[in-house]
Antibody, heavy 120, light 107 residues
């Protein structure tokens, strides 16, 4: 059974940092591109960043470029999102999503998400 | 940035009715368009990939069509469990944008 479990969310002050993790199981993680997608409460979906199976970045949304960094550890079947200089507008549910083996898209399975709240 | 627009924003539909949701891209994206369903308090679920390719496990009443800039998601014979928000998503070029969503409500 495919599982993606996000963790690391919480309440953080503006300007501070947070690191999200996504633990994967039930599929060949080493051969799968992974992505982060976020959703502000009551709003639509926004792609944040993606990473291929060899840790090559697939890019960042303009809204997070220079502040967020995606990475992965294939030995731990995990993908991460380091978020620096957080702003109120970064408040959202952050979903980890996988692509089919050997492809960058689409997102064929999503985790349940972790909530990040940026507030003083 | 490729902007995706969806119509309608909201639709209230009776069971067994046919639903059509359109997604228009600000420039041609070929067939690099995917559809997701998000039910309340759940994470999104992939419905259709690359404009018209079906996904294993997704009911056959869901279908997609289109290419270039104009795409359509069709739900034939709507069921009560289809109450959800539907999003299109393009993977043609960075940043990989989503449409604003269409909320489908059951009358």
């Amino acid at each position: 059974e495919v599982q993606l479990v996000e963790s690391g969310g919480g309440l953080v002050q503006p300007g501070r940092s947070l690191r999200l993790s996504c633990a994967a199981s039930g599929f060949t993680f080493d051969d799968s591109a992974m992505h982060w997608v976020r959703q502000a409460p009551g709003k639509g979906l926004e792609w944040v960043s993606g990473i291929n199976w060899n840790s090559g970045s697939l890019g960042y949304a303009d809204s997070v470029k220079g502040r967020f960094t995606i990475s992965r550890d294939n030995a731990k079947n995990s993908v991460y999102l380091q978020m620096n200089s957080l702003r109120a507008e970064d408040t959202a549910f952050y979903y980890c999503a996988k692509a089919p083996v050997g492809s960058y898209f689409p997102f064929d399975f999503w985790g349940q998400g972790t909530l990040v709240t940026v507030s003083s | 940035e490729i902007v995706l627009t969806q119509s309608p924003d909201f639709q209230s539909v009776t069971p067994k009715e046919k639903v059509t949701i359109t997604c228009r891209a600000s420039q041609s994206i070929g067939s690099s368009l995917h559809w997701y369903q998000q039910k309340p308090d759940q994470s999104p679920k992939l419905l259709i990939k690359y404009a018209s390719q079906s996904i294993s496990g997704v009911p056959s009443r869901f279908s997609g069509s289109g290419s270039g800039t104009d795409f359509t998601l069709t739900i034939n014979s709507l069921e009560a469990e289809d109450a959800a928000a539907y999003y299109c998503h393009q993977s043609s070029s960075l940043p990989f944008t989503f449409g604003p969503g269409t909320k489908v409500d059951i009358k």
